[in-house]
């Protein structure tokens, strides 16, 4: 199953996307019936499966849980090569553009390659640009870079169009995981307007209305991590 394809063809047809996002270090294999239900019950299309500090292993074990309980899409959203795992369906292959880290612009892919090699997974080329959201994130502590500042829209819209015509295949303007503030949607607009390929935008989103607002800036995909793991009654306000 070819998920790049489905993105592409949902942005065609004017449908929505919302992934919901699991960290292997909270979620655990053992006690998703739950969540899974509710999750399976919503609007919800695809799965990503992620963190910024995971143990070895622990992402592959979540993967294969996941598949007993749901016939989403999981796609890997890694923090790390160590969460590279065969049995999801698709790896986000994120080059983090709005930093000047060499190891998370180039250097940890090619490291990631000779594990890659010897799986099947889906590669999406996606420029990952980290925005100020108020307070410090765990890509930043982890990445070592700043966040792009809100105030210049222009720069973050350079940078955006700049890995459209390096060959990315997706963007994803991040927030951060439990930012104070989401991405604004004058900057899910501006970008939208200058990119021909889909916008993920992610971090902060914790309401209906949040979410609505970043489907209507232009958002083609939503990313939603926090908000459902603090509170499951979330999945009521978003049903099928
Ligand atoms: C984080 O964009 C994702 O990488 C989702 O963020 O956890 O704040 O929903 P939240």
Redo the contacts with the bound molecule.
């Keep these: 199953m070819k998920l790049y394809p489905n993105i592409l063809s949902a942005v065609e047809k004017r449908e929505k996307l919302l992934a919901v996002?699991m960290?292997p270090d909270k979620a655990k294999p053992e006690s998703l019936d739950g969540f899974m239900q509710k999750l399976n019950n919503s609007i919800a299309t695809h799965i990503?499966v992620?963190g910024s500090t995971v143990e070895e292993f622990a992402t592959e074990n979540l993967v294969i849980a996941l598949k007993k309980h749901s016939n989403l899409p999981i796609v890997l959203?890694p923090g790390d090569i160590s969460q590279i795992t065969n049995e999801a369906n698709s790896i986000l292959y994120l080059s983090l553009l709005s930093g000047r880290n060499p190891e998370y612009l180039i250097g940890k892919h090619i490291a990631s390659v000779s594990k890659l090699r010897n799986t099947n997974l889906e590669v999406i080329p996606t420029g990952y640009l980290l925005i100020e959201n108020g307070k410090e994130?765990?890509?930043q502590r982890v990445t070592q870079t700043a966040p792009m500042p809100i105030n210049n829209e222009q720069a973050i819209v350079d940078t955006a169009k700049a890995g459209e015509l390096l060959g990315m295949r997706l963007i994803?303007l991040?927030?951060?995981?439990?930012?104070k503030k989401?991405i604004p949607s004058s900057i899910i607009s501006a970008v939208k307007e200058e990119l021909g390929i889909p916008i993920?935008?992610?971090?902060?989103?914790?309401s209906k209305e949040q979410l609505d607002a970043a489907y209507q800036a232009g958002a083609d995909l939503v990313?939603?991590?926090?908000?459902?793991?603090e509170d499951e009654s979330f999945f009521n306000q978003l049903k099928k």
């Design positions: 996002l960290d990503f992620g959203f994130t765990a890509v994803y991040e927030a951060g995981s439990g930012a989401a993920i935008v992610g971090g902060g989103i914790r990313v939603i991590g926090t908000a459902f793991e």
